[in-house]
């Protein structure tokens, strides 16, 4: 098959390096904007007088129809791409071409692929961010709604995995809110670089004809321009960004995830997940495996991988477009599939789960997580918080070796350790709820500092729709 480029050449391709050079094998998601971008294409030519009002019409009509035939094919899953085909943005210049006839070789007046596809990617990510957003957002709502459902389960706090200090549920969970706030804050900044058109950049030196490039820009949503063509088609920085934002975000769901299965455990038995989100075994009948939380766990470090092959592959291009960067899709698509998927069965796994109260405030009652606000009681009394510190840690070691916990302790005990220590208000500070209620400071995990942090929650899920 002639190539529509292949004017200079007398001698056909190798259908090896087709099937290796060929992108449309994953390009054809760009198609919808492959028609978006032509179509504003269309309409800055026939304004810069290079096609009649006819050829435009004719031009548009032929590009909605293909695009109509292709998103039928894919939906019915008879796309069968052809290493001939080369991309997507050839495939579709060459039926429309079919379609309408010689008006068709037109199409790709005053353009480049290379403009052309940093459009495509340009309006992808832009509509794939807003949809991202959206799960975000949803997700926080959850988070909130679970959070004031649940203000009155107490459970411990950990640092190294060990039992620190206790801790309301709604204050752990409300962590993960504003790890997702400030995700939504590094996708907002993306969006904002993305809105950058550089249609007209032609291949790197920029476009011969009278397009109005200003206009072309209003006409496909962008609020700005590239200032310079070598970097229009050579940037990728807005790539980076996305794959760099969902690799922090990605990990934020990995930590929960990792969370929630070890919450899950016999060992601890503080949530059970719903069957829904849960597989079994294929030898052991009694199993009820973690499975969606594991797999976002681990999708994680592909979406690092993307972040990671994407950087390596540019630090070393000289401007303006190589053929490396065609690297820059898969890893980008794959990378947008994973996290819808992630955002929204993590949101759907933490709505179905089951959480044990009981068992969080047993784990609270059974340790020595109180023996931070002992040694506060004491710096009350006069006593420096460094020889505070050890007269505790020495009660909790004798406790330790005694088999008894720190509110088991008689009078004449804890004479030994400060006579400032009596036995009441030992009790009293060693309830876990007293200890709770303490921490009032802002962010603090007191009930009513917790309230004021979900309403300023409330506050930012107004504020931040963008």
């Known amino acids: 098959m002639e190539k529509l480029w292949g004017g200079r050449f007398n001698r056909n391709t190798d259908p090896e390096v087709e099937r290796f050079t060929s992108s449309i094998y994953f390009d054809y998601l760009l198609l919808p904007e492959d028609v978006e971008g032509s179509i504003v294409h269309v309409e800055g030519l026939r304004e810069a007088g290079l096609l009649s009002k006819d050829e435009a019409s004719s031009l548009k009509q032929g590009l909605w129809e293909v695009l109509a035939e292709l998103q039928e094919k894919i939906e019915q899953g008879e796309f069968v791409p052809e290493g001939s085909d080369e991309d997507i943005h050839m495939l579709l210049e060459k039926m429309v071409t ?28 832009k509509k794939e961010i807003l949809k991202i957003d959206s799960l975000l957002l949803n997700f926080q709502e959850t988070i909130v709604r679970l ?52 249609l007209g950049a032609g291949a790197f030196a920029g476009c011969g004809f009278p397009l109005n490039r200003e206009k072309m820009a209003r006409d496909s949503g962008f609020s700005r321009l590239y200032e ?15 794959l760099s934002f969902a690799s922090i975000n990605m990990m934020h769901l990995s930590r929960l995830c990792e969370e929630l299965v070890l919450w899950s455990s016999t060992e601890f038995g503080f949530i059970e997940l719903s069957q829904a989100h849960s597989t079994g075994s294929s030898i052991m009948p009694q199993k009820k495996n973690p499975d ?69 405030r047993q784990a609270v009652e059974h340790d020595f997580s109180g023996a931070t606000d002992l040694a506060d009681y004491l710096v009350y009394k006069g006593v420096s918080f460094r020889e505070a510190h050890g007269i505790i840690g020495k009660m909790v070691a004798y406790c330790e070796e005694s088999g008894c916990r720190l509110q088991e302790l008689n009078q004449e005990q804890l004479f030994q350790f400060h006579p400032d220590l009596q036995a009441e208000k030992i009790k009293e500070l060693l309830d876990p709820l007293s200890s709770i209620k303490n921490k009032n400071l802002q962010g603090g995990t007191s009930p009513d500092a917790v309230r004021r942090q979900i309403e300023e929650a409330r506050r930012c899920l107004k504020r931040d729709h963008y």
């Open 98 to 125: 079919e379609k309408v006839g010689k008006v068709g070789e037109k199409l790709h007046t005053g353009r480049s692929r290379n403009d052309q596809v940093a459009m495509d990617l340009h309006l992808y990510l």
């Open 228 to 242: 310079n063509s070598v970097d229009a088609v050579s940037d990728r920085d807005f790539v980076l960004e996305f």
């Open 292 to 360: 969606v939380a594991e797999l976002v766990r681990g999708k994680t470090g592909r979406v690092y991988g993307s972040l990671i092959g994407l950087l390596t592959v540019l630090k070393g291009l000289p401007l303006a477009y190589n053929k490396d960067m065609q690297e820059d899709k898969e890893g980008l698509f794959d990378t947008v599939k994973t996290i819808k998927y992630s955002l929204y069965l993590c949101r759907k796994m933490l709505e179905g789960a089951r959480f044990n109260k009981d068992k969080m």
């Open 147 to 198: 959070a004031e459902e649940n203000t009155d389960i107490i459970m411990p706090g950990y640092t190294h995995l060990q039992r620190a200090q206790p801790v309301l549920f709604s204050h752990y969970l409300m962590a993960y809110f504003w790890m997702l706030q400030r995700d939504r804050e590094r996708l907002k900044g993306v969006l904002q670089r993305n809105d950058m058109m550089p």
